[in-house]
């Protein structure tokens, strides 16, 4: 690597990286493929001919459509809770140096840091110590605890960008902390907020290790995957289901890379 | 939050009036006593998390040093460290020997994966190229996690394309050796450790990617390039330069793939053997078996293993590669 060629890379590190990034797409994309297929009973590969009446069988199916439903309420209403709890702490955390300040950011990272199945059995236990049955609060509390650190994660990386002079600024000016925040915060970490709610309401439409221990007898879209996965009843469905979550989480992420792509931190980086 | 909502803003003159008032006061108040504002702020998160978080945690605690009664199949409510001994039988050590083997193998192999892709992106990647390398890992990282899994079931399967590229390749002898081989052979490899482990290292790669890349890009390019003038082979220099700063990133990395293979129950159960994993010993002992303590027993394993081992991150720095 001598320094007249560093902008070129050695060809042997382009083919490692380039094989890297194929061995990450392939497998997706090959979902694409399976959705189309005319086989029923196996994963036969290449398949025998294409056709698109499986996803006018899917759209007829009920359990899907509750599924849906279910799994679209529980990732708007973790996320309004995550948007709250995360900016409140970012803001906290950020603006001011207090005892315990790293005991809070672990506190906040750790429904991650640990595995899912703690968090999952943590709060499974905890809700038959205190005989609280499964409903849809149950898969929120779990769904909330962990979208906090997304959240919180843009938020913080946001107001570290955001000087403090602004605010000193616009309270020299005569606004209180209200119109402060209204008029000078916010507009400055709405975007970064938007970010975080959006990945929030990915990971949460995702999740399944912790919902299995929360849901009870409902299903998630995740869970009726996973019950599809271990017990096949109509793989095809199973398929165009898989294409379509694909499609579903990929909006959000590209549309919260591009609100936070200026920055130094960009959204996503702490699932 | 919404205090202030109806504020009037289209005609608010450079500087604003002094509100008066309950707000006013309460304004006043905050600046006064910042203290006040702070508490208010973190009263909501630390109380939801404390409560829903930590306290379910206790709970899972104060769980495993219950037993379950061999007869009647009921949680006897009493302190007794008689589940921690049931944890140590050669049944359950073999699984927590098991997962630990195969968390490590997932780390390295994952590590060595993602080194190219991190250095690439890091060094030589960019304006759009750089975009595109960081969508490249991060759609793979957000996609739904069964899907993922999903997918390499159809890639493993035995009448999947995995089979068919190799037998058109007339390489079909290398997976049957493979495949016959104890431990991790099978019948076929959606249903080998073999196919575990590579579906743990396509699921956890992005996290390993992602603080690699952060930690390397903090490496400054003439380093790399002060090293090779200085007369090192590129190994010599990565060996002594890249590696060693690379370091606290790939530590920070495994944290994730570490912990991540040290939870899940959901891959080995759907590919890969019989033979259980930590995360699987849980949710049976839990669900069919009914005996919580137990479960709750098993996870005190992954955390004991987690608090050392970001107890060894911590002092390596790699915190702030996250």
């Given at each position: ?80 809770i ?95 902390g ?10 400055n970490i ?20 912790v919902?299995?221990f929360?849901?009870g ?55 | ?78 302190f ?44 030589y ?38 089979t ?14 493979w ?34 890349q ?109």
């Amino acid at each position: 690597m001598r320094s007249d060629g560093s902008q070129s890379a050695p060809l042997g590190l382009k083919i490692a990286a380039a094989c890297g990034l194929l061995f990450l797409h392939l497998p997706i994309l090959l979902i694409f493929v399976y959705a189309f297929t005319t086989e029923e009973k196996s994963f036969v590969w290449p398949p025998p001919g294409l056709t698109t009446q499986w996803f006018a069988v899917t759209w007829n199916r009920p359990d899907v459509w509750q599924a849906l439903s279910l799994s679209v309420r529980v990732a708007a209403i973790s996320t309004a809770i995550a948007l709250i709890l995360g900016t409140l702490c970012a803001a906290a955390v950020s603006r001011t140096k207090f005892f315990g300040r790293e005991t809070i950011s672990l506190l906040v990272i750790l429904p991650i840091a640990l595995p899912g199945i703690i968090t999952g059995i943590a709060l499974r236990s905890a809700f038959s110590l205190a005989d609280i049955p499964f409903s849809f609060w149950t898969i929120v509390l779990g769904h909330a605890t962990f979208c906090v650190v997304v959240v919180y994660n843009n938020a913080v990386a946001r107001f570290r960008r955001t000087s403090g002079s602004m605010i000193e600024a616009s309270m020299d000016l005569g606004a209180d902390g209200f119109q402060t925040f209204r008029h000078v915060v916010l507009p400055n970490i709405a975007t970064a907020l938007l970010a975080g709610g959006m990945l929030a309401f990915a990971l949460s439409f995702d999740e399944v290790i912790v919902t299995t221990f929360t849901a009870g007898q409902q299903q998630t879209v995740p869970i009726w995957m996973l019950e599809e996965l271990i017990r096949p009843r109509q793989r095809p469905v199973t398929n165009v289901v898989a294409m379509v979550v694909v499609l579903v989480t990929l909006l959000p992420i590209l549309f919260a890379y591009y609100l936070t792509r200026d920055g130094d931190q960009i959204a996503g980086s702490g699932k | 939050m919404s205090l202030d909502a109806a504020m009037p803003r289209a005609t608010a003159p450079a500087i604003l009036p002094g509100s008066g008032g309950m707000r006013g006061a309460l304004s006043d108040l905050f600046w006064r006593r910042p203290q006040l504002l702070l508490f208010l702020m973190l009263a909501p998160p630390v109380l939801w998390l404390g409560i829903v978080y930590i306290g379910s945690l206790f709970a899972l605690l104060a769980q495993s040093f219950f037993s379950i009664d061999e007869f009647s199949g009921l949680i006897n409510h009493e302190f007794t460290l008689k589940t921690y001994g049931d944890l140590f039988q050669a049944a359950n050590l073999d699984i927590i020997l098991r997962t630990m083997t195969m968390a490590a193998l997932v780390t390295l192999a994952s590590a060595i994966i993602a080194f190219p892709i991190a250095y690439y992106a890091a060094r030589y990647a960019r304006g759009r190229w750089k975009a595109l390398f960081y969508l490249g890992v991060m759609l793979p990282l957000w996609s739904s996690y069964l899907v993922k899994i999903y997918a390499w079931k159809l890639i493993l399967a035995k009448e999947g394309i995995l089979t068919w590229l190799l037998a058109k390749l007339h390489l079909l002898w290398v997976l049957d050796g493979w495949l016959s081989l104890p431990v991790v052979g099978g019948n076929s490899l959606s249903v080998s450790a073999t196919g575990t482990f590579i579906v743990f290292v396509y699921v956890w790669l992005p996290f390993m990617i992602l603080p690699v890349q952060a930690a390397l890009e903090r490496v400054p390019g003439n380093l790399v390039e002060a090293s090779s003038d200085l007369g090192a082979s590129p190994g010599q220099t990565f060996r002594n330069v890249l590696f060693p700063l690379a370091l606290p990133g790939i530590v920070a990395g495994s944290i994730f793939t570490f912990s991540l293979t040290l939870g899940d129950y959901i891959i080995p159960q759907i590919i890969g053997t019989s033979r259980l994993f930590i995360g699987q010993a849980v949710y049976s002992q839990q669900g069919t078996a009914g005996n919580i303590p137990l479960a709750a027993a098993f996870t005190v394993v992954p955390i004991i293993i987690m608090g050392f081992y970001l107890w060894g991150a911590k002092r390596m720095g790699a915190f702030d590669a996250l």
